[in-house]
């Protein structure tokens, strides 16, 4: 079997809270030493990701390093915290107000440097504050240009960590500005840096409207391959649920695997799954199960034979191909 490196964001072993209950729903870690010991546990997992200020900070970069390594983890990623602080409410790389815009550019540059220091060499960069809610809101041209000057004063910072773009149409903004993959493709050719690429989460593509398989393809096409990164998770397609994968969409699943081999993806999958009412550690299994499962059915059937089924374009064929997929 093929075999992917599968990383978790570190909230997947925590007590799950949402706007009803702030607590929590229990059942999680309440320390970053308790989430990191069940991840510890999780069969196949090795990595994690953690958010800057959140996980890690300037005073405790060394400690965090020794401590997911002495768990027998490593850090695959760090992600700058630019949607949850209230200076980031009106936008944080495509802000209005420039003094904000420049505060985005050093909270990316000092995660940047974090990552250098503790051996990772993705960050993610998830402008989800940048957007609008409102007709007349925007400057639409001006926020696209800070963009791109923010998105490449980020990269300039340092050439041994890749800024990696994630996009999401929706939430907190009622519009983000890097909404799909055909977006951010179009802002990471104006950026013109080689350490900037796309990470692409399932969900984030589904509740767009996106097919994630086409996305893969277009994002991993030849001459382009500007797919660095992958998170995993699943919804009814209407909201970020970050449900089990596997929960919702099995055939979209198997069709994203496949488009994974055939593209030779060779980056992380990672999870990105908020267990709010289940156990953590049993939903990071439950998930990395279901993908090694898919991984597994597309090497069975062959990457030329499903290969031929595509180009053939006959609905009916697919679906006794689905069908003898999930029924034999």
């Known amino acids: 079997m093929a075999r992917f490196r599968y990383g978790a964001c570190l909230p997947t072993f925590a007590s799950c809270a949402d706007r009803y209950c702030l607590s929590g729903y229990g059942g999680g870690a309440s320390t970053v030493e308790g989430m990191l010991e069940l991840a510890a546990t999780v069969p196949n997992l090795s990595g994690i990701e953690l958010v800057g200020n959140w996980h890690i900070n300037d005073q405790n970069v ?7 390594r002495q768990r027998g983890l490593q850090i695959c990623m760090l992600t700058p915290d630019l949607w949850t602080q209230a200076k980031w409410g009106r936008g944080s790389l495509a802000a209005a107000d420039a003094k904000t815009r420049r505060a985005a550019v050093r909270e990316v540059q000092k995660v940047m440097d974090w990552a250098a220091a503790s051996g990772c060499k993705y960050v993610d960069v998830w402008p989800g504050q940048d957007g609008y809610d409102y007709y007349f809101q925007s400057d639409y041209q001006a926020a696209w240009k800070w963009l791109v000057q923010g998105v490449r004063a980020c990269a300039d910072h340092r050439d041994d960590v890749q800024v990696l773009i994630e996009y999401k149409p929706k939430e907190p903004r009622t519009h983000i500005y890097v909404s799909s993959a055909a977006k951010t493709l179009m802002l990471i050719e104006e950026v013109d840096r080689k350490n900037v690429a796309v990470l692409l989460d399932l969900g984030h593509a589904s509740q767009g409207g996106e097919n994630p398989a086409e996305s893969i393809a277009i994002l991993q096409r030849p001459g382009v391959r ?44 990672t999870l990105d799954i908020f267990p709010y009412r289940e156990d953590g550690v049993k939903a990071a299994t439950e998930s990395i199960a279901w993908i090694e499962g898919m991984i597994a059915t597309v090497e069975r059937i ?27």
């Open 302 to 328: 062959g990457l030329k034979t499903i290969d031929e089924l595509a180009r053939r374009a006959d609905a009916t064929e697919v679906s006794a191909f689905l069908r003898r997929c999930f029924l034999r």
């Open 226 to 269: 500007k797919l660095a990164y992958m998170h995993f998770n699943d919804n009814w397609h209407a909201w970020d649920d970050d449900m089990m994968v596997g929960a919702v969409h099995q055939a979209e699943l198997l069709e994203v695997m496949y488009w994974l081999l055939r593209t030779r993806y060779d980056g992380w999958l």
């Open 62 to 68: 060394e400690q965090m390093k020794a401590a997911v």
